[in-house]
């Protein structure tokens, strides 16, 4: 795995709690953060994007959410990323915390790895909604990752996904009855779609059944999109796969088909 992939890694396995690297012990300088959110006014609701609930799941209201952005400046780092604001009830409140702690934790990872005397280093993202259908909320984040003198950046994804209830994460373990057996289940399936998409996967470790390969991901509904990092399958560049809820739908738990499977 190239130290490359592997940097921009830690980004998606903040989403589902898995720890990045520490300082390294150096006294960091005082940052300057600016978060602007605009007018309340005309605020935009999320279109459902997801197909319709079963009968099983309770739904409540789409969520009211505005563009916001987290920008700031420490020493040669530079950050600035939109993302959605959602207000308006207790709920969205803690949707609201759950996507900001995900933006702040990429940032504070890739300004950890920051040096006095490094050449000047941007990182950039925007956050989008996916889906706001009353069972979940999702928002899928992308990064890039610049520093003056380097041939190329480093693009990056991050994914959130919660139970439109209580703003309560859906992580891995609770998704999936079996994780690591529905790890490797996908990993056939997302082999078969790359080969047949012309984009074969050459770095096998990317596929195996570790938290950290399959924390991006979304739900539509044709299926479960699981994005994949830089060089993460081999090659440059994201990529990403539907995996349809053929294979998906026998893997989730219960409560995860009430929440993400499409109406049958």
């Known amino acids: 795995m ?9 980004v998606a396995a903040l989403v589902l709690g898995t720890g990045g690297c520490g300082p390294d012990g150096a006294a960091a300088p ?5 978060v602007t959110a605009s007018a309340p006014t005309a605020a935009p609701t999320a279109a459902p994007t997801a197909a319709p609930t079963t009968a099983a799941s309770a739904t409540a209201p789409p969520l009211t959410w505005t563009p916001d952005r987290i920008s700031g400046t420490q020493g040669s780092f530079t950050y600035d990323v939109e993302l959605p604001r959602f207000s308006g009830s207790a709920v969205a409140d803690a ?3 759950r996507v900001q702690a995900s933006v702040r934790d990429t940032v504070d990872t890739a300004r950890r790895t920051v040096l006095p005397g490094d050449a000047p280093r941007t990182l950039t993202g925007t956050g ?3 889906t706001d259908d009353g069972r979940t909320v999702q928002v899928h984040l992308t ?3 610049s520093t003056e003198g380097t041939a190329h950046p480093t693009t990056s994804v991050a994914t959130v996904a919660l139970d439109a209830s209580d ?14 057996a529905a790890q490797a289940v996908l990993a056939d399936e997302v082999r078969r779609l790359a080969a047949a998409a012309g984009e074969e996967v050459t770095a096998q470790d990317g596929l195996a059944p570790r938290r950290e390969n399959w924390a991006a991901w979304q739900t539509t509904p044709q299926g479960m999109v699981i994005s994949f990092q830089d060089h993460q399958l081999g090659g440059p560049g994201l990529r ?25």
Do not use: N
């Not at 190239?2 to 830690?10: E, Q």
């Not at 005082?30 to 600016?34: M, S």
């Not at 796969?241 to 009430?258: C, I, M």
């Open 240 to 264: 990403e796969h539907v995996v349809g809820w053929d294979v998906v739908e026998p893997l989730l738990t219960d409560r995860a088909r009430a929440l993400l499977a499409p109406a049958t």
């Open 167 to 180: 703003g309560s994460p859906l992580t891995l373990d609770a998704v999936f009855r079996d994780e690591a």
């Open 30 to 34: 005082a940052a300057t953060v600016t």
């Open 95 to 97: 949707v609201d915390r």
């Open 2 to 10: 190239s130290g490359r992939w592997a940097g921009a890694l830690v």
């Open 128 to 130: 989008t909604v996916t």
């Open 143 to 145: 990064y890039v990752d």
